[in-house]
Structures are given as structure tokens and as C-alpha cells.
């Protein structure tokens, strides 16, 4: 069964610095999303993109973050200059138009602990 | 963006059927019903989606009266590998590009 594939699965870093996590879709799908869930705290989206573009981002999608499919394969989110409260496990996920019979496909995700 | 209701938590034993029912009052002309569930530390996975009557697959089975303000899905003989936390999300599934609201959900705990 085709994966979403995330890494790093953790990720400890410093507050004020930059992170990417990295995402590789399912390779025929044309949608691409991430999702962040705070420990304890319900899976709240993010961001979805669509044909080289943001389509729709949240309200917790400011400055700070970035989304870029640098080549066909991967997905990366950035965040610009990491939060005490970005600590959280990130997912990303991907779809294709057909999603009726599938869903969205979801990442394991990679757990951000910014110190 | 029509609001789920379903139960906190749920009990049952390993070989029951399990049956989670989920309310949608302002569910759309145009919204599906969709479930999910995630085990700790890991992402949602796609369980089942429906439209309206009974929608059954491998793993559930998805039943959703006329009205289609309520959904139950249904997990038979459960084992203890199906304790997790389960979702029920309403929206519009036919673009394929359709944010994904989740709610607290079910979280579900077989019990030997």
C-alpha cells in the first residue's frame, strides 16, 4: 500500500531557529496538505497545496511558516523562526481527486520539540 | 462546516461489535461522511466514507439514515489492535481538496 513518507521522525530544536520538515506524497497524488497536533489536542490543518500553489491555509498559517514542493517529489513545511508553542507532531497528508474510496493519506508524522 | 457530536470514549471487549455513532445536524446537501482513526504518535488513517445508506469495506461498515443527520460505523469483533481514537468528519469530499476538520473524537478501548 503506497506510503506518505515524513522525516525526521523527531526533531529537537532551539527556539528562534529555522526547521524543515520533510515529506514525500504518494507519488500520483496532486494534493498536499499538513496538519499539526499538540500534544493532547485535536489534528488542526494547516495548509493545503495544490498545482505549485497554496490553496487554503489556517489561521495558524502565518509569516513564520512556508510550504515549497522544491522537485516532483517532496513536500517541505519551514518554519521560520521555531516557538516554544510549535512543539507539537506535525503531519502531512496528500490526495488525489478520486479520494472517495481512499481518504487522505497521512504521514507518521515527525514530533518538533523546540526547546 | 456542519458540527460533529460523538461519544468521549467507549468500552467494549475484544470479539464485540462495536457500533460509534456520530451526530451531524447541519450536515449539506453536498457533504460526505467520513471516519477516521489514529493510534497514539501516529496519523489519521482513513477508515470508511459514505453518502447515504450503507457503505461497507474490509475493515467497517458505515450506516447513515434517510435523513442523514446521525452516522454509526461499525467495527465487527473487534480486537485489542482497533483501541485508538476515532473520527467523524462531515464535509465536502468531492474536489479532493477539502480541508479536514477534525474533531476531539472517540477514543475506544478494548478491553481483553
Known amino acids: 500500500e503506497p506510503e506518505v513518507t515524513q522525516t525526521p521522525s523527531h526533531q529537537v530544536t532551539q527556539m528562534g531557529q529555522e526547521v524543515i520538515l520533510r515529506c514525500v506524497p504518494i507519488?500520483?497524488?496532486?494534493?498536499f496538505y499538513w496538519y499539526r497536533q499538540i500534544l493532547g489536542q485535536k489534528v488542526e490543518f494547516l495548509v493545503s497545496?495544490?498545482?505549485?500553489?497554496?490553496?487554503?491555509k489556517s489561521e495558524i498559517f502565518d509569516d513564520q511558516f512556508s510550504v515549497e514542493r522544491p522537485d516532483g517529489s517532496n513536500f517541505t513545511l519551514k518554519i521560520r523562526s521555531t516557538k516554544l508553542e510549535d512543539s507539537a507532531m506535525y503531519f502531512c497528508?496528500?490526495?488525489?481527486?478520486?479520494?472517495?474510496?481512499?481518504?487522505?493519506?497521512f504521514g507518521s508524522g515527525t514530533r518538533l520539540t523546540v526547546v | 462546516l456542519a458540527k460533529t457530536t460523538q461519544p468521549i470514549s467507549m468500552d467494549s471487549y475484544e470479539g464485540q461489535e462495536v457500533n460509534i455513532t456520530c451526530s451531524h445536524n447541519?450536515?449539506?446537501?453536498?457533504?460526505?461522511i467520513t471516519w477516521y482513526q489514529q493510534f497514539p504518535s501516529q496519523g489519521p488513517r482513513f477508515i470508511i466514507q459514505?453518502?447515504?445508506t450503507k457503505v461497507t469495506n474490509e475493515v467497517a461498515s458505515l450506516f447513515i439514515p434517510a435523513d442523514r443527520k446521525s452516522s454509526t460505523l461499525s467495527l465487527p469483533r473487534v480486537s485489542l489492535s482497533d483501541t485508538a481514537v476515532y473520527y467523524c468528519?462531515?464535509?465536502?469530499?468531492?474536489?479532493?481538496?477539502?480541508?479536514?476538520?477534525f474533531g476531539t473524537g472517540t477514543r475506544l478501548t478494548i478491553i481483553p
Open positions: 459514505g453518502y447515504k
Open positions: 497528508a496528500s490526495s488525489s481527486k478520486d479520494t472517495f474510496d481512499h481518504g487522505y493519506t
Open positions: 507519488s500520483n497524488h496532486l494534493y
Open positions: 497545496f495544490y498545482n505549485n500553489e497554496i490553496s487554503e
Open positions: 447541519n450536515i449539506a446537501t453536498n457533504d460526505y
Open positions: 468528519l462531515v464535509g465536502d469530499m468531492d474536489f479532493g481538496n477539502e480541508k479536514l476538520t
